[in-house]
């Protein structure tokens, strides 16, 4: 059993950007995965994804892969009622289970808000 001492306490995620003036508005989220955790983010990217499915403010949303251990989400809102309704549902529920993040995350993840300026709404086909 590992002691609570060995383990980083969990800072929270790290919030950066403003609202600014109502429009479209995103988030940019970066997470880094705790060494030998990287599968565990994956997971729990799925899990948001699964929560954002039923979220009708919740528009583009895409996980990426940056490397082995980085990883970011971008998703995309018509508005800042809709970033909120986000923040208040279960993807946000995700990132407030503090103990999950501990186990898998190596620090906070810094979520940054911002403004969508253009868009290209579907596939060329």
Avoid at 60 to 73: C, D, G, K, T, Y
Avoid at 84 to 103: C, K, L, S, T, W
Wanted: aromatic fraction near 8%; hydrophobic fraction near 40%; include cysteine.
């Amino acid at each position: 059993m590992i002691d609570a001492h060995d383990e980083p306490r969990h800072r929270g995620v790290r919030v950066t950007g403003e609202d600014g003036c109502d429009g479209p508005k995103a988030f940019y989220i970066l997470i880094e995965a705790r060494p030998g955790r990287e599968d565990e983010v994956v997971e729990m990217l799925r899990d948001i994804r699964a929560c954002v499915e039923d979220e009708p403010a919740t528009g583009p949303w895409f996980a990426v892969r940056h490397s082995q251990s980085l990883f970011a989400i971008f998703e995309a809102f018509p508005d800042i009622a809709g970033r909120d309704a986000h923040v208040a549902g279960g993807g946000g529920d995700i990132f407030r289970d503090v103990e999950r993040m501990n186990r898998i995350l190596d620090r906070p993840a810094h979520v940054q808000r911002v403004d969508v300026l253009s868009a290209k709404r579907v596939f060329a086909g």
